[in-house]
């Protein structure tokens, strides 16, 4: 089968103009935050008060950022009857793994800087599932089951600072805006799951995703303060 062949089997949502306008802005008011967070770590980096590890974790945060919100922004823009809408819609998906990964990733390198182990395992890992979720994603996304599994990833990668006890190792402050992020992150993805065959709640995906960042981006940031 080529790969033109399976592209052709991949579903796109009817969402209504009005919905698709919604998503395009609803996401477009996250790429500031990618430029937010890479002017953060430029600063203090300039001003000696993180380490060169400490402003690549922030700027590999920001770019998975604006490459999430970038994505999503170009794939509701284009019309459902291109194949390009097929091509960005698997692009939509996998940046999600690139988000959860990007955004562990400085308090990864947080956490290895403090001389914690848990934070290299957790990276590792990370990196791991992010590559396993795009590359089913880039293959198979006409499969449901990988659909299926990819919420489930997306979860277990959310949550994995939780189930490795590296949260002990942060402030109050950074955790409680990371955790809350999680919980918002979660209760997201739930609700597209279980309204998937109610397009509008795509829409509202997009909010918990927008304001999940926020949330997390306040508490990453915290670390770095």
């Known amino acids: 089968m080529s790969y033109y062949t ?6 796109v949502p009817p969402y209504s103009k009005k919905q698709e306008l919604f998503n395009v802005i609803s996401h477009l008011l ?14 203090r980096y300039l001003n000696d008060q993180i380490s060169f590890f400490s402003y690549s974790g922030l700027a590999i945060f920001a770019l998975a950022v604006f490459l999430l919100y970038t994505f999503s922004v170009f794939y509701h823009c ?3 009857t291109s194949i390009n809408k097929k091509i960005f819609r698997i692009i939509d998906h996998a940046a999600i793994f690139l988000l ?7 308090i990864c390198f947080y ?5 914690h ?10 990196v791991i599932a992010a590559t396993l979720g795009i590359l ?3 293959f198979l996304f006409h499969k449901d089951i990988v659909r299926i599994f990819s919420i489930f990833l997306y979860i277990l990668m959310g949550w994995l600072i939780i189930f490795t006890g590296g949260f002990s190792y942060l402030d109050f402050w950074p955790f409680i805006f990371i955790l809350i992020g ?15 065959k109610k397009l509008y709640f795509h829409s509202i995906f997009h909010i918990f995703v927008l304001v999940a960042t926020v949330t997390q981006m306040i508490g990453v940031l915290l670390l770095f303060s």
């Open 6 to 11: 399976l592209l052709t089997q991949i579903k």
């Open 100 to 106: 959860i990964a990007g955004t562990y990733t400085p």
């Open 78 to 80: 284009l019309s459902p």
């Open 117 to 126: 182990p848990v934070g290299l395992v957790i990276f590792i890992i990370e």
């Open 111 to 115: 956490l290895i800087s403090g001389g």
């Open 182 to 196: 999680g919980i918002v992150y979660t209760i997201g993805v739930i609700s597209y799951a279980v309204g998937k």
């Open 30 to 43: 996250g790429l500031p935050l990618a430029f937010y967070i890479y002017l953060f770590a430029l600063s």
């Open 136 to 138: 089913l994603n880039v």
